[in-house]
């Protein structure tokens, strides 16, 4: 995809929003191991397994490895990655050269090499991503969940690869969904989105998972966004996690940087 001038100097952060958790600790950390998919189990099941095994924390404080390949060009950086579930997710590169921050309001950034900021809603990480955002839907990427409301519409369950692959009953033309679900502890391995007419597709897939803090949560996500012929594919990999302590979101954009606004 052809991203305009506007997103070069966001793409390597933006990405990890598109998002997009986490997990080494100061504890012992344990990968978790794949169990064996049933076909004795209902969607509904499924899906009852699914949100019971939401993480549930406060806080979280990270360092998240991001790889971003697009064409022939790969870039690789490491951000501070910190959480404030339900309210906050913030990032921040190496010296602070560039720092974002998201709330259920808001999406902000800015970057001191182009000396740019931008304030503004979720039009920007949505028209990266190539779909609707919001601060929900980019934390339950970023933790393993599904990004919409299981129980708002009927789903139907299959064995796909050992996952257990759910899809709408009924699917809308428009946008296509699917989720492959772990059976060991029913996050996700993979979501795939597809928009037949606009020539796009997501796929967020789950390498591995650990246990933080007795906490079900990512440890290496690979991220595929494609459109028409272009692909741009994302890695991240967190270490360095803890849960549940106090954390700071400082940021401020600085006096004269450049508006970046969206048209």
């Not at 095994?53 to 998240?64: H, L, P, S, Y």
């Amino acid at each position: 995809m052809k991203l305009p001038k506007i997103y070069k100097s966001l793409k390597i952060t933006l990405s990890f929003v598109i998002i997009a958790t986490a997990l080494s600790c100061k504890s012992t950390k344990n990968v978790i191991a794949s169990g064996e998919a049933s076909d004795k189990l209902s969607a509904k099941q499924v899906i009852k397994q699914h949100e019971k095994n939401e993480a549930d924390f406060k806080t979280m404080n990270a360092r998240v490895e991001i790889d971003l390949i697009q064409g022939e060009k790969e870039q690789g950086h490491t951000f501070s990655f910190r959480m404030e579930k339900d309210k906050v997710i913030w990032l921040s590169a190496s010296f602070g050269m560039a720092r974002m921050m998201i709330t259920p309001e808001k999406v902000q950034f800015y970057n001191k090499i182009d000396n740019e900021y931008f304030d503004g809603d979720y039009k920007l990480l949505s028209d990266v991503a190539g779909i609707d955002l919001d601060f929900d839907r980019v934390q339950n990427i970023l933790l393993g969940q599904a990004i919409t409301n299981l129980k708002d519409e009927p789903y139907q369950v299959a064995i796909n690869e050992n996952s257990y692959a759910l899809q709408p009953k009924d699917q809308n033309a428009l946008l296509e969904l699917f989720y492959l679900i772990n059976p060991s502890h029913f996050k996700m391995d993979s979501l795939q989105m597809f928009q037949q007419l606009k020539k796009r597709m997501l796929q967020v897939d789950y390498a591995s998972y650990q246990e933080v803090d007795k906490q079900i949560l990512p440890q290496n996500i690979r991220i595929i966004a494609v459109e028409d012929s272009d692909q741009v594919a994302i890695t991240l990999e967190y270490k360095s996690v803890s849960l549940n302590e106090e954390v700071r979101f400082p940021f401020k954009i600085p006096a004269g940087y450049k508006e970046i606004v969206i048209k």
